[in-house]
C-alpha cells in the first residue's frame, strides 16, 4: 500500500500497518474532526483524527522508529469520542484525558489485538503507548504527536510554507529514543510556530467561544436525555445529527447561538476563557547530549514568557448580535 501525506511525502507500507488502517476505529477517526467543536464555527478548520494519526505513524517512520512505534503512532489517538476533548469539558476532567482513560477498553474491542497477533507481536509487545518516546513525551518537549498536529494545522490553516516545514524535519534528530533538534533556528521557528496553535488557534476568540457554546450543548442534551454518554463512542456528524433533531427549544437556541460572530474584546466582554498553559522548550543536541533551547536562545525564553502570561491572562469574547 502506498501512502502519501502533504508533509512527509510518499511511503510504502507494511501489510500489517495496512491491515491496522482498514479497521473499524481506525476508520471512524475520519469523522472526527480534531479540533473538536472548530469545524461547527469554520468548516475550513476541518482536519480529522485520522489525517493526524496517519501523519504520526508516518513521522516515526521518517524518523527510524521501528514498525511497533509506527503502530502505536496509528492508534494513539483510537479511542477518542465525537468532538475530541470536548468531552472533557463536558465531564470536567481537568487532565483533558477521558480518551486515555476509556482506551484499553477501545482497543480490546476491537479487531486490533487479533492483527497483532496474526503478525507474530503481542498485545504487550505493543501496550502501554506511554513506552514509546518518538511517540509521545511530556511538555515542554518534542514528540511525533505534538510536532505532527502543530504542522498539519498551520499547514493548512495559516498556510505554512512546506519549504519551512521541510527545513524543520531535517533539523529533527533521535537521542535516547526521544526527539532532539540539531539546529537552534529550527528551534526557535518551531517555538513560534506552537504558539501560534496554542494561542492564534486553539485560543482565538471563534475557537473558544464554540468549545463554550458546544459544550453547554452537549451537557444540555444529556441532562435532557436526548444523547447518552455511549452516542460519543460514535463520530461528530452522527451524534450532531441526533442533537439537531431534537424538538427541545433550550438545544435549538444553543445550536443557532454557535454561528454568532464573536470578536476579542477585553472591555466589554460577554466570556472569559482560560485553558492551562502549554508551553514547548525544544530539546537541541549540543556534544551528543540534548539541552532546553531556551537555555541558548533568549528569543525562546521570550516566547516563553509571554506564552505564560497570554495563558494566564485568557481570551476575552464579546459575542455580535449577528451570524458570522
Not at 501523519?55 to 492508534?75: C, D, H, N, P, T
Not at 472591555?267 to 472569559?272: A, G, M, N, R
Amino acid at each position: 500500500m502506498k501512502i502519501h501525506d502533504l508533509l512527509y511525502g510518499s511511503f510504502e507500507i507494511e501489510d500489517f500497518l495496512c491491515e491496522l488502517i482498514h479497521t473499524a476505529e481506525v476508520q471512524r477517526l475520519k469523522r472526527i474532526h480534531q479540533g473538536g467543536a472548530s469545524y461547527l464555527v469554520n468548516p475550513e478548520w476541518n482536519v480529522t483524527r485520522f489525517e493526524h494519526s496517519m501523519g504520526v505513524m508516518l513521522l516515526i517512520r521518517k524518523l527510524g522508529g521501528s514498525l511497533l512505534e509506527q503502530a502505536a503512532g496509528l492508534l494513539h489517538d483510537l479511542s477518542h469520542t465525537a468532538f475530541s476533548h470536548v468531552v472533557d469539558f463536558v465531564l470536567e476532567h481537568e487532565e483533558q484525558n477521558y480518551h486515555e482513560e476509556i482506551f484499553e477498553e477501545v482497543f480490546y474491542s476491537s479487531k486490533i489485538p487479533g492483527i497483532l497477533e496474526k503478525y507474530g507481536y503481542s498485545v504487550h509487545d505493543l501496550l502501554p503507548l506511554a513506552k514509546w518516546g518518538i511517540l509521545e513525551q511530556p511538555l515542554p518537549g518534542l514528540c511525533a504527536d505534538r510536532i505532527d498536529y502543530t504542522l498539519r494545522d498551520m499547514a493548512r490553516y495559516r498556510e505554512l510554507p512546506s519549504a519551512d516545514i521541510q527545513c524543520f524535519l531535517e533539523s529533527l534528530t533521535i537521542v535516547d529514543q526521544s526527539i532532539c533538534l540539531t539546529s537552534l533556528p529550527m528551534a526557535e521557528w518551531f517555538t513560534e510556530v506552537y504558539y501560534q496553535e496554542v494561542l492564534g488557534f486553539f485560543l482565538c476568540a471563534e475557537n473558544a467561544y464554540g468549545y463554550a457554546v458546544l459544550t453547554e450543548i452537549l451537557k444540555a442534551a444529556l441532562q435532557e436525555g436526548i444523547i447518552r454518554m455511549e452516542d460519543f463512542r460514535t463520530d461528530d456528524e452522527s451524534l450532531w445529527a441526533k442533537i439537531r433533531s431534537s424538538a427541545s427549544n433550550r438545544l435549538s437556541d444553543l445550536i443557532e447561538s454557535i454561528t454568532k460572530k464573536v470578536i476579542e474584546d477585553p472591555e466589554q466582554y460577554d466570556l472569559h476563557i482560560k485553558k492551562k498553559a502549554r508551553i514547548i522548550d525544544p530539546p537541541i543536541m549540543m556534544k551528543e547530549s540534548c539541552i532546553p533551547s531556551s537555555s541558548l536562545s533568549g528569543r525562546i525564553r521570550s516566547m516563553n514568557e509571554e506564552a505564560i502570561r497570554k495563558s494566564e491572562e485568557g481570551t476575552y469574547i464579546r459575542v455580535l448580535s449577528y451570524p458570522r
